[in-house]
């Protein structure tokens, strides 16, 4: 079984915005089909970050053995971050593998996610 991390940071944010802004990603995430969905304390803000910026939300989601979970749970993160005003910093890991997105535009957030999933699909038999 997979486990995805999704950290959320803002320049300037309370622990409580971001906490709040987890919390309405964690609601979308458990509509999908994965088997977990669980808030993590003490999230790491993302490497390089500038300025002062919280703790941010920390999601740990559980995506089972299924290639198209993980586009869908990418896909509500998408559509989360668009209904955003801010558009806050996001960092996913995953088997050691991190994307750190920032000051991006949503065709730029999803063609990352897009490599992303790439990366991390099983290799088709030649």
Excluded at 13 to 28: I, T
Excluded at 47 to 53: F, K, L, T
Aim: hydrophobic share 40%; aromatic share 4%; no cysteine.
């Amino acid at each position: 079984m997979s486990s995805l991390q999704i950290s959320i940071a803002e320049e300037g944010a309370e622990a409580e915005r971001l906490e709040g802004l987890a919390g309405v990603l964690r609601q979308d995430l458990l509509q999908l089909e994965v088997d977990d969905v669980t808030t993590l304390r003490g999230g790491v803000p993302p490497p390089g970050a500038r300025g002062v910026v919280s703790e941010a939300g920390t999601l740990l989601v559980s995506l089972g053995t299924s290639v198209t979970a993980l586009k869908d749970v990418l896909s509500a993160v998408v559509d989360w971050w668009r209904r955003s005003r801010s558009h806050p910093t996001i960092r996913l890991e995953l088997d050691g593998d991190v994307l750190e997105i920032s000051e991006a535009s949503t065709t730029q957030l999803e063609r990352s996610f897009d490599l992303f999933v790439s990366r991390h699909a099983p290799r088709e038999a030649a």
